[in-house]
Nanobody
Framework: QVQLVESGGGLVQPAGSLSLSCAAS????????IGWFRQAPGKEREGLLC????????YYLDSVKGRFTISRDNAKNTVFLQMNSLKPEDTAVYYC?????????????????WGKGTLVTVSS
């Protein structure tokens, strides 16, 4: 049974940093791609970046390039999202997800399994 559990959200000041975790179970990270998505109030869920089963990254949102990075720890079967230089417009619920395939997709509609999300609030 595939399960994804996000953690690490919270309140952070503008220009601050935060690291999110996505603990996976029911599969190993070297078999499936994992993507990070977010949904701000009143907006559609959008893809941010993804790591495929080979560990190659893909970015889907220009506004996070140079600020957000994705990594994983295969031993812990956990994917991380490091967010730096955070802005108020980064405020959203952040989700990790997988389509079950080994390649990445930035489309939320392509995802099959989702975590419940973790709230990130960027505010002074």
């Amino acid at each position: 049974q595939v399960q994804l559990v996000e953690s690490g959200g919270g309140l952070v000041q503008p220009a601050g940093s935060l690291s999110l975790s996505c603990a996976a179970s029911g599969f190993t990270l070297d078999s499936k791609a994992i993507g990070w998505f977010r949904q701000a109030p009143g907006k559609e869920r959008e893809g941010l970046l993804c790591m495929n089963r080979l560990g190659v990254n893909s970015y889907y949102l220009d506004s996070v390039k140079g600020r957000f990075t994705i990594s994983r720890d295969n031993a812990k079967n956990t994917v991380f999202l490091q967010m730096n230089s955070l802005k108020p417009e980064d405020t959203a619920v952040y989700y990790c997800a997988t389509s079950g395939a080994g390649y990445c997709s930035g489309s939320a509609n392509a995802m099959t399994y989702w975590g419940k999300g973790t709230l990130v609030t960027v505010s002074s």
